[in-house]
């Protein structure tokens, strides 16, 4: 039986990178010609032009947050609900729409694994023929039915469990010995303390694709001690599947069509490869073609391949939330602003804002990378921090390499107490 979903997980790097950067003009201008919104933002780009990695990073960002006011903008104006992002329109190419918190709506389109999780599933031991018992909610929300359709993929029956009901949950457990789970750790932490509460048996349980929450090492040593196997899911509703864990446990192996790029918070700027930053994603899908989407989650690209043989390009998975806006006496300070900040003055690397004090009482202090110490850097930069954020605070230089590499623009240190 073979351990790969498809042939294309074992491309070479090379021959990944060519065939995402010539499909990527493309997507552009379908981008352009399908989608309202995409064609304003897009606006004046050369599509054919956009055929580098280089070239992608010209394009600006376009955050969870400016999609949803496009959303709520146009549904006040009596228009298009997707906010002019979707490129299908209802009928029989558009299946199903979903409501994420906001509330954001997301399309699917009526194709055979819409969000690609077949990939993960197949990665995480899933199999033709077996049973998955699916936890995610089927109410509104699109995680069920993400995990589903790639349940299908890989030829697999799902028995919808939704939420709750714990104790209706391990009846079925037990009466239909499903051999994989799908939904959130923390559901399958419950439904396994219930069952030895209970003294059910559900040792039919042997691995599970979770998602939707942080999953830790420690947490997943705890699933292996009661004999599941667990594998980490990254998928969203506005992007399908972006990366998955595998059975080598080093990381997150990028989905093959998308373009991930990791950019320094507040920016569009890619960083170097191992350095934290943003989550950008640019999907091949057609119906829903979102470019340059920030997911606002913080991650890095790992060196390598994976160890399994699987090709793609590794993330260190979730690292936390890279929106780090801050408010300091009243104002709000967002990361976007340390990034202006440091962009005006070519020998600064890094920048970290640090917020300390008692509340009521803040203060605040930029600390920025440079190699080079130049007389009265400090002060020029602390007179352009006073007109980017209308705040007093201080400078502090330090040399390349001294600042975590943990995605932080903005640390508040400030005590609550």
């Excluded at 009482?361 to 190699?371: F, G, K, T, Y």
């Excluded at 007109?387 to 390499?401: H, I």
């Amino acid at each position: 039986m073979t351990v790969f979903f498809d042939a294309l997980e074992t491309r070479s790097p090379a021959e990944r990178e060519a065939a995402q950067m010539a499909a990527l003009p493309t997507q552009i201008a379908h981008a352009q010609a399908s989608s309202a919104a995409l064609a304003e933002i897009l606006q004046g780009v050369d599509a054919t032009a956009v055929n580098s990695r280089a070239a992608l990073a010209r394009l600006p960002v376009t955050r969870k947050s400016e999609l949803l006011e496009r959303q709520k903008a146009l549904r006040a104006a009596g228009g298009d609900a997707f906010g002019g992002f979707s490129a299908l329109v209802r009928g029989p190419g558009m299946s199903r729409i979903f409501a994420s918190p906001g509330p954001i709506y997301e399309p699917e389109g009526h194709t055979a694994d819409y969000w690609r999780t077949g990939r993960a599933l197949y990665a995480a031991g899933f199999r033709s023929g077996e049973l998955v018992h699916n936890s995610f909610s089927y109410h509104m929300t699109p995680g069920a039915f993400i995990l589903e359709a790639g349940a299908h993929a890989v030829g697999c029956t799902v028995f919808p469990a939704g939420t709750g009901q714990t104790e209706q949950q391990l009846e079925a457990l037990q009466d239909l010995k499903p051999s994989g789970y799908t939904g959130t750790p923390s559901f399958l932490r419950i439904l396994l303390e219930k069952a030895k509460e209970a003294g059910a048996n559900i040792a039919c349980l042997s691995k599970a694709s979770v998602g939707g929450e942080a999953c830790p090492p420690s947490l997943t040593a705890w699933f292996k001690e009661h004999g599941v196997d667990v594998y980490q899911t990254y998928a969203t509703a506005d992007l399908g599947l972006v990366a998955y864990e595998t059975g080598a446990r080093q990381g997150l192996v990028l989905e093959e069509s998308v373009i991930v790029e990791i950019v320094r918070p507040g920016t569009g700027d890619p960083v170097p490869e191992g350095e934290v930053g943003e989550l950008v994603v640019t999907t091949l899908n057609p119906a829903y073609p979102l470019i340059r989407f920030g997911t606002g989650d913080l991650s890095a690209i790992l060196p390598g391949s994976c160890p399994t043989g699987r090709t793609a390009p590794r993330i260190k998975g979730w690292m936390g939330r890279a929106d780090q806006t801050t408010k300091i006496k009243g104002m709000f300070v967002h990361p976007s602003q340390v990034a202006d900040i440091a962009r005006r003055f070519p020998q600064v690397g890094k920048a970290r804002l640090v917020v300390s004090g008692e509340m009521a009482n803040d203060s605040m202090c930029l600390q920025v990378e440079a190699a080079e110490a130049v007389d009265g850097l400090g002060e020029q930069i602390e007179a352009v921090m006073r007109d980017v954020t209308k705040l007093r605070g201080s400078v502090q230089v330090v040399r390349p390499g001294t600042l975590p590499n943990d995605g932080k623009v903005i640390e508040d240190a400030r005590s609550y107490q």
